[in-house]
């Protein structure tokens, strides 16, 4: 948007992610001005700004906020969508310019509106500064971190924003780098930087109602694409490289959530909480659960079969309970472990599976072949994950340090091993070719390794 004119343009379809009817309601404004490109015609603001209120808009609803999203029409509609919603906050997301080709002005500022007498909305000034910081910091990881400042719309422009002087909620509009400076515009068209301008609003939002960034994360899992999804303890879902988002289990109460599994084409999956609890979504058939059932022990993993149509869950005690087509081939129910069973994964037949345990100890059932383990071995820190090789001739097993065990053929491609974590590790995932993998923190922090590529992380 350039400084010396601003023209908000807004919605007429609107693309509504619902929370629970209690929750925060956030309407978002992302630009719609496509004419507004970078000097040599590879960023476009609208686009790009779209693509952001996306991010933000899924980030938000995954942490429990209502959301509305308006993309294209007038700005009457859209402010008075978002009055008579009502929305609790209003977002304006935009790039800036200072027009005639490349320019040195870069940075980020932030509007509230302010009236002819002098008066504001203490929450909009509060509002706008917290974006504006957010964005600063983030954009810090690329040397773009300029805070250009927070002003009142009137008297910095002469007028007031349209859609900050008439809509009746708090709110900011938010100018995030400049789309024609260089190297601005390098952040503003990766896929990292458009993320960390959505995180950095999110985190901006969460500051201001007292609410924080995430539950613990607990596992991640991929598409046959090798895009991925990240689930939270909460049943909060999060999509990247292409993995659809189909809904997640955060909007109801339930018990934690231990994993997403899911479906062979990628167009569904399954979350599974330590009760034994099952949540379906997209193509993954309900086959029935646990939850409500008396458990000796706490479902740990789950595994499906290569037609999707049924499903094993695995209790810390190495119970195993079968679903739809899932055949039983054995289980470590009424045995004595050394240690609690973490995790579970099964082989490309659906004949057979492994079962991992704390120790690093390795129980094969079925087709699945035994490649060694480290049942006998001092571990710096407790296992939490395996996963498997396509061969299934091998597989990994990962430690909350970070540490990779391989086994069979499974490649080692690197690990988090003696190095300083913000939070332990809580799963792995394996690529579709077997080469690479990734290590998923309880801060959500995300790891790659080999071909695994990243696309973002909450």
Not at 241 to 257: E, M
């Amino acid at each position: 948007m350039k400084a010396v004119r601003i023209i908000v343009l807004l919605a007429l379809l609107v693309l509504a992610v619902v929370g629970p009817a209690s929750a925060i309601r956030i309407y978002l404004n992302p630009s719609d001005q496509i004419n507004n490109v970078s000097p040599d015609g590879t960023y476009n603001e609208g686009y790009s700004m779209q693509d952001v209120a996306r991010r933000l808009a899924t980030k938000l609803a995954n942490r429990g906020f209502e959301v509305q999203n308006s993309n294209g029409g007038s700005m009457s509609t859209a402010c008075s969508a978002a009055n008579a919603w009502p929305a609790d906050r209003f977002i304006s997301l935009h790039s800036n310019a200072g027009g005639g080709g490349w320019g040195t002005t870069h940075g980020t500022m932030g509007f509230y509106f302010q009236n002819a007498s002098g008066w504001y909305n203490t929450v909009s000034r509060d509002l706008a500064d917290r974006c504006v910081n957010k964005c600063v910091q983030k954009f810090s990881a690329w040397g773009c971190g300029y805070k250009i400042g927070t002003f009142a719309d009137y008297p910095y422009y002469g007028w007031n924003l349209y859609v900050l002087a008439n809509t009746n909620m708090a709110g900011t509009l938010v100018e995030g780098l400049f789309h024609d400076n260089y190297n601005d515009v390098q952040v503003l068209k990766s896929d990292a930087g458009k993320d960390a301008y959505a995180q950095a609003i999110f985190e901006a939002l969460c500051d201001q109602f007292g609410m924080p960034y995430a539950t613990n994360y607990v596992g991640i899992a991929r598409t046959p694409s090798n895009g991925y999804w990240i689930v939270a303890q909460d049943g909060a879902i999060y999509s990247y490289g292409g993995a659809q988002y189909l809904g997640g289990a955060n909007s109801f109460n339930h018990y934690p959530i231990v994993q997403v599994c899911p479906t062979s084409d990628g167009a569904g999956y399954w979350e599974v909480a330590t009760d034994g609890g099952i949540f379906s979504y997209g193509n993954a058939p309900f086959k029935g659960s646990m939850g409500g059932q008396r458990l000796n022990a706490p479902i740990v993993g789950m595994a499906h079969t290569p037609s999707n149509q049924g499903y094993w869950m695995v209790g810390s005690d190495g119970g195993i309970f079968c679903f739809g087509d899932a055949p039983f081939k054995g289980s470590l129910g009424g045995i004595k472990l050394n240690a609690p069973i973490v995790g579970m994964c099964a082989t490309t037949t659906g004949q057979g599976y492994w079962l991992v345990g704390s120790d690093g100890g390795i129980f094969c059932f079925g087709d699945a072949p035994f490649k060694g383990s480290l049942g006998s071995i001092k571990l710096n820190a407790p296992i939490v994950g395996i996963a498997s090789t396509p061969s299934n001739q091998g597989y990994w097993l990962v430690a909350a340090d970070g540490g990779v065990f391989c086994f069979g053929d499974a490649p080692f491609k690197g690990s988090m091993g003696g190095k300083q974590l913000n939070a332990p590790i809580a799963g792995i995932a394996a690529t579709s070719t077997g080469q690479g993998y990734w290590l998923i923190g309880k801060d959500a922090g995300l790891f790659t390794f080999g071909d695994a590529p990243y696309y973002g992380h909450p």
